[in-house]
Nanobody, 117 residues
Framework: QVQLVESGGGLVQPGGSLRLSCAASGSIIRFNAMGWYRQAPGKERELVAL??????TYADSVKGRFAISRDNAKNTVTLQMNSLKSEDTAVYFC????????????WGQGTQVTVSS
């Protein structure tokens, strides 16, 4: 069973930075894609950033401010968040997706990010 554990959330002032980490149980090489999603109160969960092999995808709202990376040796995926805004406040979830032998998606428990002065 895959376990994903997020860390690094917290309270930060607007304009500040946070670094989220997602530690996976076992090798992350097996995953076709890993990503970060977020869900704000009263809103649907949305994709923030995705990394597949060597390519990355970002939501328009975070382009130029957030950066996703993966460390296969440490089995971790990291989301560096800069120039944070109040609208970035949400619970951030790590996700891992594997295509074969059958499509499966795994989620972490989430970590709260609050951007407020």
């Amino acid at each position: 069973q895959v376990q994903l554990v997020e860390s690094g959330g917290g309270l930060v002032q607007p304009g500040g930075s946070l670094r989220l980490s997602c530690a996976a149980s076992g090798s992350i090489i097996r995953f076709n894609a890993m990503g970060w999603y977020r869900q704000a109160p009263g809103k649907e969960r949305e994709l923030v950033a995705l990394i597949t092999g060597g390519s990355t995808t970002y939501a328009d709202s975070v382009k130029g401010r957030f950066a996703i990376s993966r460390d296969n040796a440490k089995n971790t995926v990291t989301l560096q968040m800069n120039s944070l805004k109040s609208e970035d406040t949400a619970v951030y979830f790590c996700n891992a997706y594997v295509l074969l032998p059958r499509s499966q998606s795994y989620w972490g428990q989430g970590t709260q990010v609050t951007v407020s002065s």
